[in-house]
C-alpha cells in the first residue's frame, strides 16, 4: 500500500497516469479484504485525486469501489460509480448492479437471503443502464410476425410439434429450437385455461 501511495504522489499530475500505477491499484484492490479499512482507505485514495476515472476502467478497482460504498450503505453511491465508470467487463458490471440492488433489498427487509423470485422481482425493478447495457436488454418477446406464424402452426398443423418440425421452425424464423418448444409448451398450456 506505502508502494502504491508513493508511486500516486509521484504521478498525481500525469493524465492518464503510468499503467504500472493502474494495475497495482487493481492487484491491491483484489488482495485486500472487501470490508477491510486498508481497502476503504485505498478506495477513499484513489476516488479523491484527479485521475478518478483513469483508476476506474479496471474491473478490479470498481469491485472494490462497490464493496465499499455498500458496505457503508451507500447504495446510490454505488450505482452512480458503475453507470460511469469505464471498465469493459460488461457482464460482470451488471452483476455488481443487481448486487448493490440485492443488498438494498436485504437491508430493507432484513434478511441474509433473497430467495430467486425476490431476486428476479428485483431485476425487474431496477433493470441496469444503458451504459451498462449498450446492445439493450434482453427481450424475451418474440416479433408479432414470428408469434403470428407461431400461432398460424399451432392452429392448422399441431400444437405438439415433433422435434424434426420444431427445428425446421426454427430455422425458419431464426429462433433456438429450445425457444420454439418452450413456446409450444407455454402454449399448450395456455389453451388449458
Known amino acids: 500500500?506505502?508502494?502504491?501511495?508513493?508511486?500516486?504522489?509521484?504521478?498525481?499530475?500525469?493524465?492518464?497516469?503510468?499503467?504500472?500505477?493502474?494495475?497495482?491499484?487493481?492487484?491491491?484492490?483484489?488482495?485486500?479484504?472487501s470490508s477491510s479499512p486498508s481497502l476503504e482507505r485505498l478506495v477513499e485514495v484513489m476516488m479523491e485525486c484527479k485521475n478518478k476515472k483513469s483508476f476506474l476502467t479496471n474491473i478490479h478497482v470498481v469491485r472494490a469501489c462497490v464493496s465499499v460504498h455498500i458496505h457503508k450503505?451507500?447504495?446510490?453511491a454505488a450505482c452512480r460509480l458503475l453507470e460511469y465508470c469505464k471498465a469493459e467487463e460488461k457482464e460482470e458490471l451488471v452483476q455488481l448492479w443487481h448486487e448493490i440492488h440485492y443488498q438494498r433489498v436485504m437491508k430493507k427487509h432484513q434478511t441474509?437471503?433473497?430467495?430467486?423470485?425476490q431476486k428476479f422481482r428485483c431485476r425487474k425493478r431496477n433493470p441496469p443502464p444503458i451504459s451498462l447495457c449498450p446492445e439493450g436488454l434482453r427481450n424475451r418477446k418474440f416479433s408479432e410476425e414470428v408469434r403470428q406464424?407461431?400461432?398460424?402452426?399451432a392452429a392448422e398443423v399441431t400444437a405438439n410439434p415433433d422435434k424434426k418440425q420444431r427445428e425446421q421452425l426454427a430455422r425458419d424464423m431464426n429462433l433456438q429450437p429450445a425457444q420454439v418448444y418452450n413456446w409450444f409448451a407455454n402454449y399448450r398450456r395456455r389453451q388449458k385455461f
Open 1 to 33: 500500500m506505502n508502494k502504491f501511495m508513493a508511486m500516486l504522489k509521484k504521478n498525481e499530475n500525469k493524465h492518464p497516469p503510468p499503467r504500472k500505477l493502474l494495475n497495482l491499484a487493481g492487484q491491491l484492490c483484489r488482495e485486500l479484504q
Open 73 to 76: 450503505g451507500q447504495h446510490d
Open 112 to 117: 441474509d437471503v433473497l430467495t430467486p423470485v
Open 149 to 153: 406464424q407461431l400461432h398460424r402452426f
